[in-house]
């Protein structure tokens, strides 16, 4: 993925005792700074409409929507090239959120539809792409994306389409928040359902049309799900799970670039930036979820305090028992949660 | 305040008939439901006690007869009207403080961006004492039980200022405490004037908040003055046989050929 001569490495003097050139210089070069632009833009994005995924459990739904846009990529690119993939996967993206609104809906074997969307659409995609010559690498493209290779063309698209999802997302936020804690209250408080499900429902398709083009339609749903999934194990705010999940998101790509680039320059690894991305991403989830652990850990224990308190008042010890259980089950149904 | 509209009932239900979308779930209803009063809904599991109140908010189809509320279709008087789910309907996890929850029922009039005022945050703040929760205003939704999370959401029924109140199974669940601090509340909204319908298996319950009662299978089978349906033979016809033991209260008598 790296062309050496592409790079005129500039690597700054080590006098400095903390060498931030490591961390800043690479974005020198004017497709890194895109591909950092391309990074930072689709955080925002994520991080904003990724709290409604997380708080109405719409992970699975994500992903049929992720592999619904795959043959809308194919189709663009084998119409146009690269300028064909947004255009593509916009019209799939936004069909398949219509379908997938109204199926789960219905509420019949929701899952089941969503599969068969996921698993159908995927098919047609790779059967249309191998009519093509030299159809491997194409392949690998739009699976793995090319984040290093987005055009000022293309960034704007990514711009604009993340633009619009987030703007969808703000201006239902009061909706989508309702629905998400109960559907029932907000259809009775004289909200309409169906209208915020499609809505939602069409920012989370833009968001993965978006993203697709920078980190590939197979790794765009760790964007969707794994920046708000930290950010819920850290806080138990509302109004921090988007700025938190943004920062992770943000770092994760950041961090991503600096390690891929530095591979490349220093030992002549080429590490595809995306997958690095992705890794890092879910080594900051793996770290707060450890702490989130240790946190519970200490608060139990805390909790188990008025144990002692109990025995002195003489009352029965299987009430702490009772409180530990279901300790552990808020415990593990935040988990799941957060999961 | 019953004599604000004279002759508008709150509720006034003509031969109607619910449906989901196919077979009515509950059919034939006919009540009229006055302002003031206080209505149990009994009945056993899949009676139609849920779809009678969301009929009653329009959100399930009447496929037959007519209703109307507050004299005008449901849609219309939708918000006049404050609804309690039943908690099982409801994220329990979600990562939100009390006070935000009660906040959600002033959106509507708040719109997508308007900023609670004044007037709207004294609106939440007394529907937040008034359920006695306001010592924990600022706590995490999750972290109360769930007794004082039904009892949130009852606040957030009361920021609208309803005229009817809708309650769905409101004491399934609940301890002693949380329980009797419901029953203040209902019954201090009920010496205002608002119209109370709730449903509930307890009949206990049902004497101490409500003046009459409606007993529900499929189908009316009784409304009436609490003293006059909540009798054995009624009631028995109502559960079918079906032993229904509610919160350790023993309540459904068992038909003697069952027994």
């Given at each position: ?8 490495p500039s690597h700054p003097s080590t006098d400095s005792p903390v060498d931030l050139g490591f961390f800043f210089d690479p974005f020198s ?226 961090l991503?670039?600096v390690t891929?680039f530095h591979?490349?320059i220093s ?73 | ?259």
């Open positions: 993925m790296w062309t050496a001569t592409i790079l005129s070069v004017p497709f890194m700074a895109r591909a950092l632009t391309t990074v930072l833009v689709l955080a925002v994005a994520s991080g904003i409409v990724g709290v409604f995924i997380n708080l109405r459990n719409l992970e699975f739904i994500s992903d049929g929507l992720v592999h619904a846009v795959f043959p809308g990529l194919v189709v663009g690119f084998v119409a146009s090239g690269t300028d064909g993939l947004l255009p593509g996967a916009l019209v799939a993206g936004v069909l398949a959120a219509l379908l997938l609104t109204v199926a789960s809906r219905r509420g019949v074997g929701s899952d089941a539809a969503i599969a068969v969307v996921l698993a159908g659409s995927f098919s047609i995609g790779i059967v249309i792409v191998s009519r093509e010559t030299n159809y491997v690498s194409q392949l690998e493209q739009l699976l793995f994306g090319g984040v290093l290779t987005v055009t000022p063309s293309q960034l704007t698209q990514i711009i604009i389409v993340g633009v619009v999802a987030v703007v969808l997302v703000v201006i239902t936020w009061r909706r989508q928040l309702f629905l998400a804690l109960d559907p029932v209250g907000s259809r009775a408080a004289g909200y309409r359902s169906l209208p915020t499900e499609i809505v939602l429902n069409c920012a989370i398709a833009l968001l993965v049309v978006a993203g697709s083009q920078a980190l590939g339609n197979l790794l765009v749903l760790a964007l969707l799900v794994v920046p708000v999934a930290i950010a819920r194990l850290l806080v138990r705010r509302l109004m921090l799970l988007a700025p938190l999940a943004i920062i992770s998101a943000a770092l994760a790509g950041w991503g670039l891929s591979a490349s030992y002549g690894i080429t590490a595809s930036p995306g997958s690095l991305i992705v890794i890092i991403l879910i080594t900051l989830y793996a770290v707060a979820l450890l702490g989130h652990l240790l946190v519970e850990r200490i608060r139990t224990a805390r909790r188990a305090v008025p144990h002692t308190c109990f025995e002195h008042t003489g009352q029965h010890p299987v009430l702490d028992l009772d409180q530990d259980v279901s300790a552990r089950r808020r415990w593990s149904a935040r988990f799941r949660r957060a999961v | 305040m019953t004599e604000i509209s004279t002759d508008s009932a709150a509720i006034d239900l003509r031969h109607a008939s619910f449906s989901y979308g196919g077979a009515p779930q509950l059919s034939d209803v006919t009540a009229r439901i006055e302002r003031g009063e206080a209505v149990a809904l009994v009945g056993p599991n899949g009676s139609g006690k849920s779809t009678l109140l969301k009929g009653i908010l329009g959100l399930v189809d009447v496929v037959d007869g007519e209703i109307t509320v507050l004299g005008g279709s449901p849609r219309e008087a939708l918000r006049r009207v404050g609804y309690l789910a039943q908690l099982s309907e409801v994220d329990r996890e979600f990562p939100i403080s009390l006070r935000q929850v009660v906040t959600m029922g002033r959106y509507r009039s708040l719109g997508p961006f308007g900023w609670p005022g004044r007037r709207e945050r004294e609106l939440v703040d007394a529907a937040i004492t008034r359920v006695g929760l306001a010592p924990h205003a600022h706590r995490r939704f999750g972290e109360l039980s769930g007794g004082q999370q039904q009892r949130a959401l009852l606040a957030r029924a009361l920021t609208v200022e309803p005229e009817i109140l809708l309650l769905d199974e409101p004491f399934n669940g609940l301890d002693r405490a949380n329980r009797s601090a419901l029953l203040d509340t209902l019954n201090s909204l009920r010496a205002e004037g608002v119209t109370i319908v709730t449903s509930t298996h307890d009949l206990e319950l049902a004497r101490e908040v409500c003046t009459r009662a409606m007993l529900l299978n499929r189908t009316l089978i009784a409304f009436g003055s609490v003293e006059e349906t909540l009798k054995l033979p009624l009631v028995e016809r109502t559960f079918e046989g079906t032993v229904a033991h509610v919160d350790g209260h023993n309540i459904i008598p068992v038909p003697p050929e069952h027994g």
